[in-house]
């Protein structure tokens, strides 16, 4: 198994530009979730999807957008983005619900100029 | 709105040394508070205590819940430098199973 994949691991943007960071896992989990971690800050959900078809914001939705039309993918989109989404992102799944074992994504270190 | 805050932000010990990492919280309708350890990647799960597990062990280390305290202490024992790592501390609300509150860590860094 893969586990949890997150493509890509480094991207620089610049601001109103717009574009997805993948997420996709293969060990057939329904809960599905996005985090973002800024110095000191811990990890703060975005938002987080609990099966096909089913998503729903988290603690800091705004400026991004997400879809699950797969038990497998489950990409962010960042609408156009700005400095303070300047983070490292992680994407996460588990079996059934987020305090199930988290298995996390390598991380995706996006910049926004 | 859940709240859960860490401390120390910062630690520094010499290997061998025992530490302490406190995690406080306040929730409503707690259900599970979680430990992970991130070294310069992603997190890994370390522990999760409810109700009905308020201890858990597993080599040198080991995690209590207080819940009439609303905290949670993880201790290293006979630390090592492989134990240098920012621990997050999280906890789940009753009706919110899709969510966790985290807090900021504790980056623990041990020398040698």
């Known amino acids: 198994n893969a586990g949890v994949t997150q493509t890509p691991k480094f991207q620089v943007l610049k601001t109103g530009q717009s574009m997805t960071l993948q997420c996709a896992q293969d060990?057939?989990?329904?809960?599905m979730s996005w985090y973002r971690q800024d110095p000191g800050m811990g990890l703060r959900l975005i938002h987080y999807s609990v099966g096909a078809g089913i998503t729903d914001q988290g603690e800091v939705p705004n400026g991004y957008n997400v879809s699950r039309s797969t038990t497998e993918d489950f990409p962010l989109r960042l609408l156009s983005a700005a400095p303070s989404q300047t983070s490292v992102y992680f994407c996460?799944?588990?079996?059934?619900?987020?305090?199930?074992?988290?298995?996390f994504g390598p991380g995706t270190r996006l910049t926004v100029l | 709105e859940d709240k859960v805050v860490q401390s120390p932000l910062s630690l520094v010990v010499h290997e061998g040394d025992t530490v302490t990492l406190n995690c406080s919280y306040e929730v409503t309708n707690f259900r599970s508070l979680l430990w992970y350890k991130q070294e310069k990647k992603a997190p890994t799960f370390l522990f999760m205590l409810t109700s009905s597990g308020i201890e858990k062990k597993s080599g040198r280390l080991s995690s209590i819940l207080d819940k009439k305290e609303l905290f949670s202490i993880l201790n290293i024992t006979a630390t090592q430098t492989g134990d240098s790592a920012v621990y997050l501390c999280a906890v789940e609300a009753a009706g919110s199973n899709y969510k966790l509150t985290f807090g900021k860590g504790t980056l623990l860094t041990v020398n040698p």
């Open positions: 996460a799944s588990s079996y059934g619900r987020a305090s199930d074992t988290q298995y």
């Open positions: 060990m057939n989990h329904e809960y």
